[in-house]
């Protein structure tokens, strides 16, 4: 018989397109990315490192929770003062060439019956990523850039400054009881977005004094434009591989270490390890994907250190 798993994985693999685009723009998620990953993708170079199944499996359980908010709730609501004034709102400027499309654009209506325009833009966090943002209580940069920039359209056009990033908290593809919602204000004198309050079905309301320069992100894109006309490659902005020193080690956690000590793991940004570019950018830069042999040495000694401290605590914790 057929084998489903497989003629699907197959069909993204020939079929989906690896990144590439009519070169009229960039994509709102590109504010906060690495220069050289939009370099590469305006340039349609091949992605060394395409996304697979599982990963776009991801993006479609996320467009289905979208569409799902939008038909069973938000175009609904209108009764408690919530209006769907529009759906995947077109965003886009010129300087530089940035478009997108807002999630969901919101009517909040006022005391006095006016309606103030409110953006919604919709996230997805699985795993280990959702349990982080449960005990941090903090969004991801880029999202706060994504919405921020919608924001910094909209306040320009004269519709609104006003919004939010809006999580919906996975655990093994199961939907946890978990949303948090982070409102932020695009704040035009300086080009920053403040994320001021965050709401939760996990825990109570807090106020948030968190800000972000949304300016020099704009810019950096100025630059990769620049970099594009002259032919000339855009900086790396994260490491693939940290320098293994005991300093670095320090800093990451023993299932970390563990990981890099097996081999399934190169300790360094996360969004090199989920870059499509990534073993691309190593060969053209020089380096290693791989850990040589005084680095290992080191690792294997951290890895030890941790073993025998995880033996001390279980000990204590018995004779208690």
Known sequence: MINLIEQI???????IPRGYRDPRGFYVTHLGSCPRKVYNFWNKVTESNPSD?????????GDGFESALKENAFSKMFLQGIHLLNYQCSVGASDPRINGFADYLLGIEKDDKSVEPFVVELKTKYGWGSKKMLKEKTPNEEHIFQVGYYLKDLHDKGVTNQGCIFYLLMQD??????LVQFNCVYQPEDETVKVYEVHSTAFASESMNL?????????TLKQVEKDIEAGKKSRCKFQHKFPVTREMLGDQSDNAIKEAVTGNKLLG?????????????????????FYNDEELKLLMEEHEIRKAAAKTRRATKRRK
């Open 173 to 178: 593809y199961q939907p946890t009881k978990s």
């Open 211 to 219: 800000t972000v320069n949304l300016g020099e992100e704009i810019n």
């Open 53 to 61: 199944l599982m990963s776009h499996l991801n993006f479609w359980v």
């Open 9 to 15: 994985d197959q069909y993204i693999q020939d079929k």
């Open 269 to 289: 940004d996360w969004q090199c390890s989920f870059c499509s570019y990534k073993d691309h950018c190593a060969e053209e830069e020089g380096r290693a994907l």
